[in-house]
C-alpha cells in the first residue's frame, strides 16, 4: 500500500521517542520530510519581504503611523505565507488523489496541526526580519525546530512543551492518545506566540523610530 504524501510531508515523526525499539535514521527520514515544506515556505516568505522592501520606502510616506506600517506589513506577509502553505499542502493532497491512496480519515487534523504551526513559523520570521539577524532568520527557525523536537522526542515531561513537537499529527494525542502532545492547548499557545509576535515586532520599530529621532 502506498503512503499518503500528505503523510508523509506534513505528518512529521511517526516513531515513538519513548519505546525501546526506535529506529533513529527513519526518524531522521522523517524529520528532514517535515522540514522540507517549512522550508519552502520560509523560502517563499523571504522572497515576498524582500520584493516588498524594494518598494517599501517609497509606500511608507501614505501611513500616518508607525503601527499602522506594521500592521499592514505583518499581516500582508502573513498571508502570502498562509497561501503558500495552503496551496504546498493541497498539491500534496492532489496528489494522493492521483495516487488513489486512501489518506481522507485523518487529513483535516494533519491540516489543522501543521497549517497553524506554519503560520506560528511565518509570523517568527516576519518580526525577525526587522533585527539585524535577519539573514539568519530561517536557519534559526528551522535549527529552533529541530532542537525542540530532539528535546521533546527524548523525554515524556519535555514533550508536551516542546515547540518543535506541536505541529506534528504522528507526536499529537490525536495519534499516540494519552502518550501525545495536547491538541488544544499547543494550539491556544502558538495562537498567543503569534500575538506577541507581533507585539514585540511594533515595541522594536517604535524602538528604532525613537532612537532616529533623537
Known amino acids: 500500500m502506498e503512503q499518503s504524501i500528505v503523510f508523509i510531508f506534513f505528518g512529521g515523526v511517526s516513531e515513538d521517542g519513548f519505546s525501546w525499539a526506535v529506529d533513529i535514521e527513519k526518524m531522521l527520514i522523517e524529520l528532514t520530510r517535515w522540514l522540507l515544506p517549512i522550508g519552502i515556505c520560509l523560502l517563499a516568505e523571504g522572497f515576498c519581504m524582500e520584493k516588498w522592501k524594494k518598494i517599501e520606502p517609497l509606500s511608507c510616506c501614505r501611513y500616518e503611523t508607525v503601527k499602522i506600517w506594521w500592521r499592514h506589513k505583518f499581516f500582508r506577509n502573513l498571508l502570502y505565507g498562509i497561501s503558500m502553505a495552503a496551496v504546498l499542502f493541497l498539491a500534496a493532497i492532489a496528489v494522493d488523489i492521483l495516487r488513489a491512496v486512501n489518506f481522507y480519515g485523518e487529513v483535516w487534523k494533519v491540516f489543522v496541526l501543521w497549517f497553524v504551526h506554519v503560520i506560528t513559523i511565518m509570523s517568527f520570521f516576519i518580526v525577525l526580519d526587522l533585527t539585524k539577524f535577519r539573514t539568519l532568520a530561517p536557519a534559526f527557525l528551522l535549527l529552533l525546530e529541530v532542537v525542540t523536537f530532539l528535546a521533546g522526542f527524548q523525554s515524556i515531561r519535555a514533550a508536551q512543551f516542546m515547540y518543535g513537537m506541536w505541529g506534528m499529527y504522528f507526536q499529537s494525542e490525536w495519534y499516540f492518545g494519552e502518550m501525545g502532545v495536547s491538541v488544544v492547548p499547543s494550539l491556544i499557545i502558538q495562537g498567543i506566540l503569534l500575538?506577541?509576535?507581533?507585539?514585540?515586532?511594533?515595541?522594536?520599530?517604535?524602538?528604532?523610530?525613537?532612537d532616529i529621532q533623537r
Open 195 to 210: 500575538v506577541i509576535g507581533y507585539l514585540i515586532g511594533s515595541l522594536l520599530l517604535e524602538r528604532t523610530t525613537q
